[in-house]
T-cell receptor, first 114, second 115 residues
Framework: KQEVTQIPAALSVPEGENLVLNCSFTDSAIYNLQWFRQDPGKGLTSLLLIQSSQREQTSGRLNASLDKSSGRSTLYIAASQPGDSATYLCAAEGGGTSYGKLTFGQGTILTVHP | EAGVVQSPRYKIIEKKQPVAFWCNPISGHNTLYWYLQNLGQGPELLIRYENEEAVDDSQLPKDRFSAERLKGVDSTLKIQPAELGDSAVYLC?????????????FGPGTRLTVL
């Protein structure tokens, strides 16, 4: 059974800092790894999807990397802004018999203060 | 292009009452998912549809939960009877494919409170 863990559970930083969010998964036989953002009371917004054959994906100030062999992914946010404040969730698709199934971590609550 | 639509956004019911949630996926998306999200946790898959077929319902508590996706478009998730522990956010998502390179797009969710 796939298990996904995110560290840290919460993070508070001043505006302008570069930061890294960590995600680990137990079963490396994944199809892809997705990062999502969730604002309070809202649904999830997909940020980046890294296919199993890829090492990283970039979108604007966001960069996500994937190391399948070690079961790890990181989300790097450059020059953080107050508008980046949200919960960030990673999810692994697949792993073992979990074809087509997303397994989520518990999320990292990010607060960027001015 | 419209995103995933869910209704209602909020629902408050007494325990033992029935409740239903509705989801309209992004046009053309064959795969539809229902997730449950408890406070402070990541979503957990309840059921996954490929067109009108439920291809994975192993996590759905079938004694009280049911779902349908008639005609392979809209879907309804029902709970009967609701229990206090069912209070959570119910999220619907859709994708244009089953696995691999296909992103899942989520709706805003329905927040259920059972009193």
């Amino acid at each position: 059974k796939q298990e996904v863990t995110q560290i840290p559970a919460a993070l508070s930083v001043p505006e302008g800092e570069n930061l890294v969010l960590n995600c680990s998964f137990t079963d490396s036989a994944i199809y892809n790894l997705q990062w999502f953002r969730q604002d309070p009371g809202k649904g999830l917004t997909s940020l980046l999807l890294i296919q199993s054959s890829q090492r990283e994906q970039t979108s604007g100030r966001l960069n996500a990397s994937l190391d399948k062999s070690s079961g790890r992914s990181t989300l790097y946010i450059a020059a953080s802004q107050p508008g980046d404040s949200a919960t960030y969730l990673c999810a692994a698709e697949g792993g073992g018999t979990s074809y087509g199934k997303l397994t989520f971590g518990q999320g990292t609550i990010l607060t960027v203060h001015p | 292009e419209a995103g995933v639509v869910q209704s209602p956004r909020y629902k408050i019911i007494e325990k033992k009452q029935p409740v239903a949630f509705w989801c309209n996926p992004i046009s053309g998306h064959n795969t539809l998912y229902w997730y449950l999200q408890n406070l402070g946790q990541g979503p957990e898959l309840l059921i996954r549809y490929e067109n009108e077929e439920a291809v994975d319902d192993s996590q759905l508590p079938k004694d009280r939960f049911s779902a349908e996706r008639l005609k392979g478009v809209d879907s309804t998730l029902k709970i009967q009877p609701a229990e206090l522990g069912d209070s959570a956010v119910y999220l619907c998502a859709s994708s244009s494919g089953l696995a691999g390179a296909f992103e899942q797009f989520f709706g805003p969710g329905t927040r259920l409170t059972v009193l």
